[in-house]
């Protein structure tokens, strides 16, 4: 028994009994004429009804005394008790009104204010009440619950004779907004001793809350039951990685069944009242559906969630909690894809109990609910704590986006899109590698105009247009390229020549990772795709039966590249028709995403239908006819998508949307594009033919990533002292005392190796912080370098003071002919431009001698099958995983030289912000981005040619590296 529950009858609130009595009385006789009042009825006998309240409580007292309540829960069944019992609570006392002429203090003769009721007059007022008011002969008793803490007597317990009448009068509290002023002065009128009531009292106008009780124990070995909120369920499905049994044993268990499609057909025009509201009344109604399956006879459970309202039709989803596994399954099997029709139980319509006007006209119109064809699923109960344990204990992250929405989405199969269209497979792997190299790799042609829209915030994601720009702050697309933020590349062309053969060649182009080139390939693929499109939709399929038409979009003059890391969407949008053509054309590479197609809205009461479909990577969806004017199409900003009961984790999605932009009548524009790569456009390709100006692309990502990672560098790789055999070689084979150019000289791997060869090194590069490796590594101790760095005894002289100089390999400090031999290893890779790249030979043929040897090695693009480096693209970014506390020393370097303005940002921080490296936190890694450019066969050798002062000696492939060796001839 609680506190509450205790009650007293001889207590009042007032602790000096005596001196109050007379107040007390008289407002116990202001309360029966309040009751009186408003029933408009003869004033019965005050002191035998006080008397009969009394020895009612008494009984009820000594019945309860071991009785102990709870509310009942808003998915159980309704309790199987004796009694049915609510509890009423809110501003039940009325207040003392403020004099006024008093600076709103009580004045000395209302001080009964603290007193004005007694618990019998109260319990007596709504007694009266609430038999004039609802279901009156089914009232039982009355009881005040005092709150031993200070006046006001807020709570109320009511019993009447079934759970049932409870029920109702609960529902008739919630319908009508019950409030003090309603049960205690429903009907005023000129009555004297009323009106000095209402001048002297306030009754609160707020509504009161009413809640089903039942003196049934807390279930507690079954959870759902133990809880006060509603669980969170969560759709059984097998998490990658999950055994399937396991999930077919939790299926056997399971006693929750997740239902979708419930539909509210009540008509609101016709004045229905909203009885779909009352989620007690739903469940109701949806148990009488369902009860044959439910062969315990314990009741089923119903938990409904999720209203989704337009303004005539109200959708649910409810989870239903059946008592046994074998029910649960029965009712799955019976139900599935059913259409359910349910017409409101007749109970709650029974006149005889309710007397106000709305009750009775509701009772006329009998509402029914109708059901979508179900979708049933099996759900489990999950505790949001245990979800982060079992996240925590399996190193998954729950992070935004997860498992803030239910995954219990249906995936609507039975939703027809018309015009949608989706072709699995559209690319190979192969194709898709090449071209993810090319669309997110260091040539790939970001516009600056784009950059500053995703800035501005416009545009959260990455993306690039070709062809035309599609400005979103306009919704429209840029049709004069010339104008300033409409430039951007054009779209990659097909040489005509190849247009015949169109599949031999982006074979080819695969093969070679020429991904600007296989994109041309694709986009003439696409134009020249037949798609067969469904035209019809639902109703009208069902009508007329399929119906299909085929279709070709020739005039794609316009691709969008966007790159949506996981978390990332798109709103829900249709791309503006004044802008596109019909056929939206979306290809998914390196990850699949859901996305979502609603129907748009004609008119405002029009439901948004809505269809989930997976786009797997490598997919092509086409968007034409209604599925591109009449539906919105969005992809939700979440980390992970269900698919066919498979939670998939998100990837960094790229999607290349292929577009056939018109003009201002409705032509197509003409197709701008260029078969030329690196493509060309506004002022970003010319001002990159100077050779001498250092690209960002290179500052970026090649100078600032040796110089942050310097020390790791030599600590890990030029300590190994791994060196081609086919340099050392080069090395041994120069005369003794030739003087060599290092030129790209790294941390001095080379050194050791020219020394030993008896001659001597002056080594260039352009960062400081490798060279300052190369000479400390000089001066420790010999035994604890690899052999390859080591120095024999009678070499050592040579390498006291190792010659280096910080230079750029583009403008080499070294006089012309000064040298007799230079090596160049593993720099040309790092040059972003055949102009560079031809700039670096021919200094190296202008520093060596005539009939000087020249050693240059190059990353290939043909890497040997057992590498663990594959290419898909000539240029790309090659991650270096650092570590932070190599980082810290470069760091202090960076900032003692200068090169860093802000000392106060962390490592991490510093890193992944100004040298666009990424950090891996799981990891504890700092991931920088290197460009690389990988040379094909002959490429090197076709370069030389270029170079009038030098002439190919010899020339090969080595351990995945292109090398020519060169004479200087001039
Ligand atoms: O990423 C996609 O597949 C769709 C992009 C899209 O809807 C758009 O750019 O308008
Ligand atoms: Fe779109």
Redo the contacts with the bound molecule.
Sequence with gaps: MTKDDKVNNDKIRNPDTNAKSFAMISHVSSLTFISRAHSHSSQPNTMIRERSTMEGQERDQDKEASVSFRSVLPHEPLPADSSGYIHVQGALEPKLKKDKGDEGKPSANQDQADYYWTKQGLEEALHEALTKICQGSALQSVSVLEDNSSPPYTKVRLSYSSPLAALKVVQYFRAEKVSAHDLLLVSPNNDNEEATMTSHWQFAARPLQATLLTTQPFLSTQMAWNRSNPPKFRRLIARPGEPVELLQQERQITRYVFLSGLVDTTNKNNNNPPWWDNSRQVCEAIRSQLHVYDTSGKGIELYISNKKKTSNRTTHFCHVGMRSPEDARALMAGLQGKILTWKQPCDWNDTSTCTTEQQQQQQQQQPTIQSDKLFLDYAAVTKRSEAKATAKATGEDLVKGEKSRSECTSVTKHVVVPGLVLITDFITPQEEQVLLAALTGPTAPWAPSQTNFSNSGAVKRR?QHYGYV?DYETANVNRDRSQPGSDCPPMPGMPPSDMSSLEAYTETCTAEGRGWELMAGIAERTRRTTFEIQAKDDDEEEQQGQSTITKQFPKLNQI?V?V?EPGEG?GS?V?TPSAFDDG?I???LNGG?V?EFRRQQQQQDDEKIKKLVY?PPRSL?LMSGPARFEWE???VTRMTDTHEGVVLHRSR?V???L?TAIDLSGEPMPCVSSTRFPPVWGTVGQSATDALVTPSMEREHVHAVYDAIATQWHHTRGKRGVLWPGATQFLKELPEGSIVADVGCGDGKYFPAIWEAGSYVIGSDISLPLLQQATHAHQQDAASQPDSRRVSEHRQHLQKKPAVLVADCMNVPLRSKSCDAAICIAVMHHLSTRDRRIRCISELGRIVKVGGLINIQAWAMEQQEKSKRKFAGTDVFVPFNAQPKYLEAAKNTAIATGMHPDPGKSTAQLYSEEYNADYDEQKGLVVFKRYCHMYRTGELEELVQEVDTVELYESGYESGNHFVILRVVT
């Design positions: 993306v599609f969008t966007n949506y798109i949008h791309d939206l979306s290809v998914s995403v996305m786009l969806l199409h969005m992809i999605r999607s290349m949307t577009r």
